[in-house]
Nanobody, 120 residues
Framework: FQLQAYGGGLVQPGGSLRLSCAAT????????IRWYRQAPGKERKGISC????????YYSLSVKGRFAISKDSAKNTFYLEMNDLKSEDTGLYFC??????????????WGQGTQVTVSS
C-alpha cells in the first residue's frame, strides 16, 4: 500500500503545474485521495480531495477555481492540476488516502511530499 507524489518544481507566478500521485498495492477508487500542502513554517493543510466511487470532489477556498483534482483509473494515478499559481501556493505537497474527505484531520496513508515553489 504505497502512494508516491511527484511533479513538483519551480514555477513563476501565474504559471501551471500538474502533480501526480501514483497508488500501488490497493484499489484507489475505493478510497478518498487527498492532497495536503505544508507551507514553510506552517501546519500541513488539506486542500483537495476526490472520492472516485461517488464522483465527489472537494477544494479548499484557497485553491478553489484554480486547482483541479482528477484520476486515471487505468494507471491508478491521481492528479492535481494547479493553475494561476501564487507565491502562497509554495510548499510541500502530499497525497494521502483514507475512507473519506475529512481533510481537517490527518489521513490513514501518506505518500512522500513533492516540493512546489512559486517564485519569479
Amino acid at each position: 500500500f504505497q502512494l508516491q507524489a511527484y511533479g513538483g518544481g519551480l514555477v513563476q507566478p501565474g504559471g501551471s503545474l500538474r502533480l501526480s500521485c501514483a497508488a500501488t498495492g490497493f484499489t484507489s477508487t475505493h478510497y478518498a485521495i487527498r492532497w495536503y500542502r505544508q507551507a514553510p513554517g506552517k501546519e500541513r493543510k488539506g486542500i483537495s480531495c476526490i472520492i472516485p466511487s461517488i464522483g465527489f470532489e472537494y477544494y479548499s477556498l484557497s485553491v478553489k477555481g484554480r486547482f483541479a483534482i482528477s484520476k486515471d483509473s487505468a494507471k491508478n494515478t491521481f492528479y492535481l492540476e494547479m493553475n494561476d499559481l501564487k507565491s502562497e501556493d509554495t510548499g510541500l505537497y502530499f497525497c494521502a488516502a483514507d475512507i473519506d474527505c475529512a481533510v481537517e484531520g490527518p489521513a490513514e496513508y501518506w505518500g512522500q511530499g513533492t516540493q512546489v515553489t512559486v517564485s519569479s
